[in-house]
């Protein structure tokens, strides 16, 4: 084993959970949203290196990146608030930077649908996020810990027993590792939901959250190794040393948190 690698990892994955707890766990719910807007910054200046990499003969202008870091803090302020004015000026803004996009000498059209893709691909989870924080702390805590206890068990389990290749988007996953990492996800879910006693959620609630966390992540993780392959690159980032860059490690999250607030928001606030 390369102890100076396992180290740098460990450390890094010390701090990047800490920062995780601090955000979720801090009473004053403003600490979520200042995490939320971290994620995206991070997350929106990595996509755009992927975009630039994929569509290398597009013309990105310098301001449209800046642009949506903006748009993407005004959504993030627009779920938080549930404030349909900001809702409208988001709306006649990115208008506005749709027509500055298209009729600019060099027309950007690809630059500013993958704009309009980031938002949605990262941004709009990350309202989520916030809105679930809001309604409890336990929720997205438990879908936090559920994706990395995924994603961990899995590495584990492919390690010692995976022979078959789960995807050809991402060879280093098994299928065993794949059913092995949601097997004890599930485990875990149970037993979350054992101790976890909050009004309007039950056991089966947990493990339902728990299921959507395993094939939303799994799902989330395939689809930012696909965006990797395309723009040829291994990592999106080197923001955290040894594990990549945000993308990396929000993938999963990302896909995963317009399932759980879907199912949180219509079955269970408002069951």
């Known amino acids: 084993m390369n102890w100076k690698v396992f180290f740098t990892r460990l450390g890094s994955a010390v701090v990047f959970a800490a920062v995780m707890m ?40 310098h301001w449209l990146e800046y642009s949506f870091q903006l748009a993407g803090v005004w959504l993030l ?8 004015l900001l809702l409208c000026v988001l709306i006649f803004g990115s208008f506005i930077l749709l027509l500055m996009a298209a009729l600019a000498r060099k027309t950007a059209f690809i630059a500013v649908i993958c704009g309009f893709t980031a938002l949605i691909y990262i941004s709009l989870p990350l309202g989520f996020l916030v809105i679930l924080r809001n309604i409890h702390f336990a929720i997205p805590l438990a879908v936090v810990l ?13 390690s010692f027993i995976g022979k078959h290749s789960f ?50 992540g799994t799902a989330g993780d395939l689809l930012e190794s696909k965006l ?44």
């Open 77 to 84: 302020t627009t779920l938080s608030t549930l404030a349909p």
């Open 22 to 61: 601090l955000g979720l766990l801090y009473p004053n719910a403003f600490a979520i949203f200042i995490l939320a807007l971290l994620i995206q910054f991070l997350c929106l200046k990595e996509f755009f290196k992927l975009m630039r990499h994929i569509f290398p003969d597009a013309y990105f202008p």
């Open 167 to 216: 995807s050809p988007i991402s060879p280093k996953k098994t299928w065993e590792g794949t059913i092995g990492g949601a097997f004890l996800t599930l485990i875990g879910a149970g037993i979350w939901g054992y101790y976890c006693r909050l009004e309007n959620f039950d056991m089966a609630d947990w493990l339902i959250m728990a299921l959507l966390a395993v094939l939303a």
């Open 146 to 158: 559920m994706i990395w206890m995924n994603d961990t068990m899995a590495y584990i389990v492919g």
């Open 228 to 271: 990797k392959r395309l723009a040829g690159v291994k990592d999106s980032g080197h923001i955290m040393p040894g594990h990549g860059g945000a993308l990396d490690r929000f993938d999963s999250l990302l896909i995963t948190l317009p399932f759980v607030f879907c199912y949180v928001y219509f079955f269970m606030t408002n069951g």
